[in-house]
């Protein structure tokens, strides 16, 4: 079955830039897309179709795919950026839609 | 305002069934595919089914072919999750997501959940 492999967790601090990458074959012909969920709350998209960014979501985050990994970069991390983040993909080989295993980020 | 309402959770025994719903308003339903996605608690985001704008073509995660049925009521503005034989490892928080699109697309509108306990 598609795995999307992210980092279990990562650790930045304030100011500073969290990266948090995606792997998967093939994912370089893949859109791919951004999920932020905070405890208790519903997810929120912050990247679409790999680097698009919805209105309301600050530039900090930003999107990039080289190879088999994509990217979400958080630039000049924030204490409310401290949340889960997902990538996802469409598996169009097996009709699926995929989450990755999942990121905690966690601001110092 | 988009929102996505779902309701219909509960505590129910192994074996069981169950139909979630999720009402839409704030944009016109019947031109939006529609998601389904759950998560058990501790754990990832686990996509469950989804339905194409007009009804036309579904899909399912292979964990819950064969027992979960998604289906749509656009007349009512509404999205349907029928499960039945349900497990204990179907014990989750579901969520309905607005597609971008009529068809494949992100997940841009996401609702605030509705919580099934499968336990004896």
């Known amino acids: 079955s598609y795995v999307l492999t992210q980092p279990p967790s990562v650790s930045v601090a304030p100011g500073k830039t969290a990266r948090i990458t995606c792997g998967g074959t093939?994912?370089?012909?893949?859109?791919v897309h951004w999920y932020q969920q905070k405890p208790g709350q519903a997810p929120v998209v912050v990247i679409y179709?790999?680097?698009d960014r919805p209105s309301g979501i600050p530039e900090r985050f930003s999107g990039s795919k080289s190879g088999n990994t994509a990217t979400l970069t958080i630039s000049r991390v924030e204490a409310g950026d401290e949340a889960d983040y997902y990538c996802?993909?469409?598996?169009?080989?097996?009709?699926?839609?995929?989450f990755g295993t999942g990121t905690k980020v966690t601001v110092l | 305002q988009m929102q996505l309402v779902e309701s219909g959770g509960g505590v129910v025994q192994p074996g069981g069934s169950l139909r979630l719903s999720c009402a839409a308003s704030?944009?016109?339903?019947?031109?939006?595919?529609m998601y389904w996605v759950r998560q058990a608690p501790g754990k990832g985001l686990e996509w469950v089914a989804f339905?194409?704008?007009?009804?036309?073509?579904?899909y399912s995660a292979d964990s819950v072919k064969g027992r979960f049925t998604i289906s749509r009521d656009n007349s009512r503005n509404t999205l349907y999750l029928q499960m039945n034989t349900l497990r204990a490892e179907d014990t989750a928080v579901y969520y309905c997501?607005?597609?971008?699109?009529?068809?494949?697309?992100?997940?841009?509108?996401w609702g605030n959940g509705t919580t099934v306990t499968v336990s004896s």
């Open positions: 997501a607005k597609s971008s699109s009529g068809g494949s697309g992100f997940m841009d509108v």
């Open positions: 704030g944009f016109t339903f019947s031109t939006y595919a």
């Open positions: 339905i194409r704008y007009d009804g036309g073509h579904d």
């Open positions: 093939n994912i370089g012909s893949q859109s």
């Open positions: 179709y790999d680097s």
């Open positions: 996802q993909v469409w598996d169009n080989n097996n009709y699926r839609y995929v």
